[in-house]
């Protein structure tokens, strides 16, 4: 298994440019999220999905986009890009959702910097 | 989810076994407390998790007082790799829709050679 995969590693976006993070795992986990990270800070939840066609919004989801219509994929979308979302985007999944004691499986990590 | 309180660093000497604590006073019945770490800039990777008995596996112990108020992440034989940010979380298990991780600043270990 790949695991959860991110594409790009890196990204520069102009402020008011649009793009979107990829992320995939191939381990058939219901449960998908995605955080950020900014420097000397821990991990803040931005949307999760805990399956195909559902998602909610973490503690900080404003500026971002998800949708989840496949179990496999959960793609992150900045309609208008701000330079206070300069950070570092990772996405992880688990098996079932965290409603039982599962372990969450974490991709690389995606950095992205709007000048 | 209940609030953890970490040291923001640690130093270690490269084989031994190296002690990280958290508080949680506040935890509840049904909340778990769950370890990661981030090795400079990669995604968290987890560790270990327990509820109120303590537990093993190939990469650490966790040591949960019989209050559930606090714990210890031992990893038995520290070395170089092992220098990473450790975040302790705690969270319910039986709440579904709540379903997320609280990170903390968590723990910088350096593993001294």
């Known amino acids: 298994n790949a695991g959860v995969t991110q594409t790009p590693k890196f990204q520069v976006l102009k402020t008011g440019q649009s793009m979107t993070l990829q992320c995939a795992q191939d381990m058939n986990h219901e449960y998908m999220s995605w955080y950020r990270q900014d420097p000397g800070m821990g991990l803040r939840l931005i949307h999760y999905s805990v399956g195909a066609g559902i998602t909610d919004q973490g503690e900080v989801p404003n500026g971002y986009n998800v949708s989840r219509s496949t179990t496999e994929d959960f793609p992150l979308r900045l309609l208008s890009a701000a330079p206070s979302q300069t950070s570092v985007y990772f996405c992880?999944?688990?098996?079932?959702?965290?409603?039982?004691?599962?372990?969450?499986?974490f991709g690389p990590g995606t950095r992205l910097t709007v000048t | 989810d209940a609030k953890t309180t970490q040291p923001p660093s640690m130093d270690c000497a490269e084989g031994r076994a190296a002690n990280l604590p958290c508080n949680h006073s506040t935890i509840s019945g049904n909340e778990y407390v769950y370890w990661y770490r981030q090795i400079h800039s990669q995604g968290p990777q987890y560790i270990i998790h327990g509820l109120k008995n303590n537990e093993t596996n190939e990469m650490a112990s966790l040591i949960i007082t019989e209050d559930r108020k606090s714990s210890t992440l031992i990893l038995p034989h520290a070395t170089l790799r092992d220098t990473a940010v450790y975040y302790c979380i705690v969270r319910s298990g039986a709440n579904f829709g709540n379903e997320k991780l609280t990170f903390g600043t968590g723990t910088r270990l350096t593993i001294i050679p």
């Open positions: 992880a999944s688990s098996p079932q959702g965290l409603a039982v004691s599962y372990e969450q499986y």
